[in-house]
């Protein structure tokens, strides 16, 4: 690519399964500004806080530019003829069942496309699972129970154009920013459409909220049983709907329990719980919104079903402004879907029936199709783990931090004969492991298409050249294959032949008419030339042969139609159940999340410095009675520990936190912090049914961990802080910023001494200052210890210690210091207290905590006061949920 870029290019954000058009503005070879496309049906010109930094994510530190064999730099013919030799040989030996794919929710559907066919179709098993797996396995599974087809019958308009909205096991605000806009202005210029939102947390989503009902966790199942009871005793029922179209009613209504009994179950009060059920019934427009705090539970599939279920009931389905609509978490999972990249589907939404097997052969030409499912994320690692799998090629993903028990998935990679990655990042927990590693390019590379969660296809566009020998992961996919001997079926040139054929395929004797008709079909886009293709805008699907491509979706239900045998829709008789308690129960409950400016493990997100100035580091979130009875201060450090493992954590008070619960955020991993994978402390239970694991459930002690010396160090190189018992690594725009904690021995007098701390401190700090002008301070009493480090004018490297972490420079200050220009009074800036201007809230206008409380107690009412005052929330709104939260907070702490 040259000179000749146009200024401008369309593109798609490649975070969460909102997928919001990007347009991208590209100058002397750079992309200098990214904004919200205003004409993409998904965001209408916004991008959230992530979407609007990808710009700055950009750039060769940090990516795997060279293909490497056990960390050799080699060329790209013979790392391919190593994998495709080693793939050969192991099947040769062991069968095809000994090998295996594990994808990923960020590949295109070209991407997905070719790696399901290969293993599918010409390797000849369905090993093939993604990390969709671990986002919305039981949404798929649910659908395809109660509808027949993984078939999400809602759009974002219905969000939009509902009555009431019920936001079920999702914090929107943070995961999915766009859509939460999108409904709070609704909800604006519609102030009696009613939104509940049901989560056992106090989100930064309840801003919106009529009711939150504030449930134990996960009993979202009895919830929504219980308000199948409710609806059937109040006659709320849609009787004709569900006798023409429906079947099963009667079983499903079994297993379903009373108000009060669900109250207790729920832990929530009975009037609210009543209030939440008279809305439902009354209301004809509903939409219920879920993610992954449904579809994370080893009864997820069930938990889907009893929402789908209630719909079902009063036939509030497929129709303007109503329908259970699970977002998915991922920029592609609805791609991966499509094409088959879960081991329980075999391609283009078809199962392993024999006719279905039969026809895939004709189609793909082959007579070594894959009958029957493989093994999901988790079953695939464990037959890593007991070798039954020999060799795995894993794309564009960290299992190694985000499946549960990432410990027992390291050590099953160690054992592992053959592990390939193919990463755009070069050090990840999981590209460590690797025997071979295939640099693949990222985002603003790729090209291809994406699908979101309302089933809308949209062009993911290359922006730059690749960096280094990076190649898109279509291409190292064909080039294997090829190698194995497979090369007239992989012989693509380009990502736009390969969607033609994926596109062909779905329409592939697929009658619209018949009753074994499927729901996914794009056959109206399989003859799009090469430009067409390139011009592609956002299309929703389905999109047969007989629509003409042009229009933004046909329907997906016609006449109430169901994509089952007999095309009626199916109760699911779904008993719900509370989440299994260990053996020995233990005091505390887990949850986990994400937060609002972080994606997945951080390998992308954490290359825009100011995406970690609102949360820098892993923390516990608890309910300050739970600090009060454990002794845990704001900021103290804390050992979490179950059977499973130990971690350490600073605590952060939280009373939106119900007592006896704590949240921890799921993206820190070993290149970012000591104790950061959360999921070290979640088992490998799995719904049976969907074989999601159950990520959001655990349980744990909590005790506060003994710190004598707490460090706050920032430094213009990378340095080993692998010496100190808890450390956190920040990287910030100059260099990196590491908190670092010291280990209080108990009954070790000598060991906690100030002088064996600050003797600890000056051994970790001397081989990276040996040479450098000095500027400290020493209290021997205390073990306070401030210095600068500096080079010419600049500061080096710059460390502070304290006993009390309070007492540290904060974020801010310790950022400054690298731009600051050594002379004569810089000794003044070793003295500086704790108390800064705090977090930053607005990460585009590095807005402060204290900056924004003290407009409120200087007046600011309302979040477009704070706006017009400090400019916070006024350019991508990620933030303004959490400018209301600290509106209604700090406007309570002045009425006291
Ligand atoms: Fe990207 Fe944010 Fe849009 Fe999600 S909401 S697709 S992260 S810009």
Known sequence: MSSALPPQIQTTCPYCG??????????????TAVSGTQDHPANKGRLCVKGSALHETLGEHGRLLHPQINSCRTDWNTALDVVAAGFSDIIKRHGPDSVAFYLSGQLLTEDYYVANKLMKGFIGTANVDTNSRLCMASAVAGYQRGLGADAVPCTYEDLENCDLLIMVGSNAAWTHPVLFQRISTAKQQRPEMKVVVIDPRRTATCELADLHLRIAPGSDGFVFTGLLRFLSEKKCLNEDFTAAHTEGFAAAMDCTQDLETTAKKADVDIGELEQFYRWFARTEKTVTFYSQGINQSATGTDKCNAIINCHLATGR?????????????????????????????LAAHMDFAEENVDRMARFWQSDSIANKPGLKAVDMFNAIDSGEIKAIWIMATNPVVSLPDPQRVRAALKKCELVVVSDCIEKTDTTVCAHVLLPASGWGEKDGTVTNSERCISRQRALLPAAGDAKPDWWMICEVAKRMGFAQHFAFTSPAEIFREHARLSGFENDPLSNARRVFDISALATLDDEQFEHL???????????????????LLNDNRFYTANGKARFIAVTA??????????????????????????????????????TDAPYLALNPLDALSTGIGDGDLVRVKNSQAELMMTAVLDTGQRPGEVFVPIHWSAQFAAHGRVNELISSVTDP????????????????????????????????????FYWVKIPVAKGWRYLLAIRQEPNKESHNSATNILQTLNDFLLPSTSGL???????????????????RDQIHIAAFSAVKR????????????????????????????????????CSCYQVSESAIVNAVRNGAKTPAELGRLLRCGSNCGSCIPELKQLLHRTEKSTEK
Request: hydrophobic share 35%.
């Open 317 to 345: 389905i497929g129709k303007e402004g109503m329908g259970p609509f699970s977002i998915t978490g991922q920029p592609n999972a609805m791609g991966g879907r499509e094409v088959g990249g879960l081991a329980n589907q």
């Open 537 to 555: 805008s956002p299309i929703r699907w389905p999109l047969p042969a007989s629509c003409n491509g042009n229009q933004l979706s046909t329907p």
């Open 773 to 791: 002008q000095r500027i400290e301070l020493t209290n021997t009493a205390t073990t306070d210890y401030r210095a600068l480090f500096c080079q």
């Open 689 to 724: 049914h969907s074989g999601q694991p159950e990520s959001k459930f655990a349980q744990l002690t909590l005790q506060l961990a003994p710190v004598c010396c707490w460090v706050h160090l920032i430094s213009r190189e990378e340095l080993d802080v692998s010496v100190f």
């Open 806 to 841: 309070n007492s540290l420079p904060d974020t801010a200050r310790m950022n400054a210091l690298l731009d600051h220009q050594v002379g004569a009074d810089s000794w003044r800036l070793l003295n500086v207290s704790g108390s800064g201007p705090g977090r930053i809230i």
């Open 18 to 31: 909102v997928g919001c058009g990007v347009t991208a503005t590209i100058d002397k070879g750079r992309v």
């Open 577 to 614: 159940q509370m989440p299994q308690l260990p053996t020995e129960p233990l005091p505390y409950t887990l949850n986990t999340g994400r937060v609002r400016d972080q994606w997945h493990t951080m390998t992308r997100t954490a290359r825009a410095p100011r995406l970690l100035n609102h």
